[in-house]
């Protein structure tokens, strides 16, 4: 055999263990994407992925104003039964436009009126699974009164326990929303207390679908077992995903609830519970939960170093937390941001035109002071029920709205004057 030929026969048998080895590395590939595939299919996860652009840009609505869904499916989702998911379809049968994982819907309900009638309220809640082409779903919690206190139950939420049946029709507002899980591939770490858990619901369902090897931490923080939301669906989401960590957390057990069957860690969800919990990674925290918990939750990890780019949290509910940096300077940013006085609003198609003081607080409390009928919904940026347009002037927002309101208009619940104002009310 000549030199040439044995040259041959070498790269021959080279080519052969090349092609043998990629065929191996394909068929392992491809049987585990089957596998995935159909533990998603088990799981009821759904596969349509999330058009976005960029990190940061929101996805447009495809409609405007109200549109009218029909429910056509309610579940109860914790032992207490004091959580109902519903399931909306468009009573138009189009197919729905998917939403950033986080996101959420805005309600147009009309409720019976104490004096007789009906009146309208305004009410966002968190859309609390991924995107479908079919139906939306928001998981609503069943407020009570506080304990020995005269304020009434939540009128939305009882409502929706009591009123809104299979196949009662709602007035829905496009998804909207500032608060969602980024696309990148970045460990995340999801924090939920009580029925704070619904946006990050949405984000789980959608990463372990659509980006399987993410990292993946939830802390899910409750009084007690009872009050845990889908407690099977997490279960079996931690089972088949070994990237996805599962903490259930509770602050005030039951004598039924037993340590490490039915939650890992006896206690509220704070930065000591994450420090012992998480490896040292550049994670994105996504928190949502009663005031009182964000805001430790937020100057805490800032105490720990973790950068303020990489925690998030629901703006449209608790308005008032700020970060620790945005609150060292937060005196000297509002003396710099006061208006100047002599500031006068007019009210156009009311009539009236009235001096302004800080002591007026934002423009929506300054109209109702001042009699002057204002739609309003959620009172914190996030509805856009109070859009109002500013004909003249400039106005100062206390806080970024959830809402993007239309350009040349503004939302009188989080703003004040910066100048002397002429607004179409």
Known sequence: MTSLALSLWIALGIALQLAIYLGIGFWGH??????????????????????????????????????????ERRTIED??????????????GKPLPAFLPGQFLTFRLDLPAAAGGSETLVRCYSLSDAPRADSYRISVKRVAPPPGSAFPPGRSSNHFHDGVAVGSR????????????????????????GIGITPLLSMLNWSLAQQPGREIWLFHGVRHGHEMVMKEHLAALAAAHPNFHLRLCLSDPLPDDVAGRD??????????????????????????????????????LAEWGVPEARVHFEAFGPASIQRPA???????????????????????????????????????EFAEANGIAVDSGCRAGGCGSCQTTVKSGQVI????????????????????PKTSLSLEA
């Open 30 to 71: 491809w049987t585990g994407y089957q596998a995935l595939r159909r533990r998603a299919d088990e799981l009821a996860l759904p596969a349509m992925p999330v058009p976005r652009a960029a990190a940061g840009e929101a996805v447009i609505a495809t409609w405007t104003g109200f549109r009218t869904f029909r429910v």
């Open 79 to 92: 032992a207490a039964q004091s959580v109902c998911s519903f399931y909306l379809a468009a009573d138009d």
């Open 170 to 193: 709602v007035q829905v507002r496009a998804p909207a929303g500032h608060f969602y899980l980024d696309a990148g591939d970045a460990p995340v770490v999801l924090i939920g207390g």
């Open 263 to 300: 939650y890992a860690h006896r206690g509220r969800v704070d930065v000591k519970l994450l420090r012992l919990q998480l490896p040292l990674k550049p994670y994105h925290f996504y928190i949502c939960g009663p005031a009182p918990m964000m805001s430790d939750l937020v100057s805490g």
């Open 326 to 364: 945005a609150a060292a300077s937060a005196l000297l940013r509002e003396e710099q941001a006061q208006p100047a006085s002599g500031v006068v609003v007019t009210f156009t198609q009311s009539g009236r035109q009235l001096p302004w003081t800080p002591a007026s607080g934002s423009l929506l």
């Open 397 to 416: 927002y206390r806080q970024p709205p959830d809402f993007d309101p239309e350009p040349g208009s503004c939302l009188l619940c989080v703003c004040t």
